[in-house]
């Protein structure tokens, strides 16, 4: 099975400031098909996960343009440029490469 | 507006039985794959099973094949999923999502807890 690896696990930021999340890939990423099904969720406290990044770095609709997501093969970013507080909450890389389809173990964003 | 609404969860003994139901709105449920999606207390997310817009194709990982059934009724927006032979492990809450392009859940339920304990 893929592992995603998340970096870091958890992640204290200020209101404005700018993060990172990196997700690493024991495998390529790439498809057959030429697409790489990697993809970014946020879940918020007590709440179900919600799209927000897929195929790398396609905003999903409705989805705020401070994220954006980069990479390639097996090492992938999520940014963050000025966390609001709504941004707090666990995210996940998850891959559609490969089957099982996988998810990472999160990293938790939360306030300084 | 997109609605997915997981019903039948519950507090079940290992080895037994138990089907979660999600009534599925606001969009045409026939065009879309559809999928669950689970997470243990305090744990990340598992994928637990994917079917085709017909029915006629299923996918799970090995932690299910054999135990659950995911099945659905276009004629009433409906997803299901049949769990079987259940394990403490199984203790979850259960996601219904939809799959929208690449591969990517645009839409999740508000999730159903399942309880598998003696």
């Known amino acids: 099975d893929v592992v995603l690896t998340q970096t870091p696990p958890t992640l204290s930021a200020t209101i404005g400031q700018s993060v990172s999340i990196s997700c690493r890939s024991s495998q390529s990423l790439l498809d057959s098909d030429g697409d790489t099904y990697l993809n970014w969720l946020l879940q918020r406290p007590g709440q179900s996960p919600q799209l927000l990044i897929y195929s790398v770095s396609n905003l999903e609709s409705g989805v705020p343009n401070r994220f954006s997501g980069s990479g390639s093969e097996t090492d992938f970013t999520l940014k963050i440029s000025g966390v609001e507080a709504e941004d707090l909450g666990v995210y996940y890389c998850?891959?559609?490469?490969?089957?099982?389809?996988?998810f990472g173990g999160g990293t938790k964003l939360e306030l300084k | 507006e997109v609605q997915l609404v997981e019903s039948g969860g519950g507090l079940v003994q290992p080895g037994r039985s138990l089907k979660l139901s999600c009534a599925a709105s606001g969009f045409t449920f026939s065009n879309y794959y559809m999928a669950w999606v689970r997470q243990a207390p305090k744990k990340g997310l598992e994928w637990v099973a994917t079917i085709s817009t017909s029915g006629s194709r299923t996918y799970y990982p090995d932690s299910v094949k054999g135990r659950f059934t995911i099945s659905r009724d276009n004629a009433k927006s409906s997803l299901y999923l049949q769990m079987n032979s259940l394990k403490s492990e199984d203790t979850a809450t259960y996601y219904c999502?939809?799959?929208?392009?690449?591969?990517?859940?645009?839409?999740w339920g508000q999730g159903v807890m399942v309880t598998v304990s003696s």
């Open positions: 999502a939809r799959l929208g392009g690449y591969r990517a859940f645009d839409y």
């Open positions: 998850m891959q559609a490469t490969h089957a099982p389809w996988t």
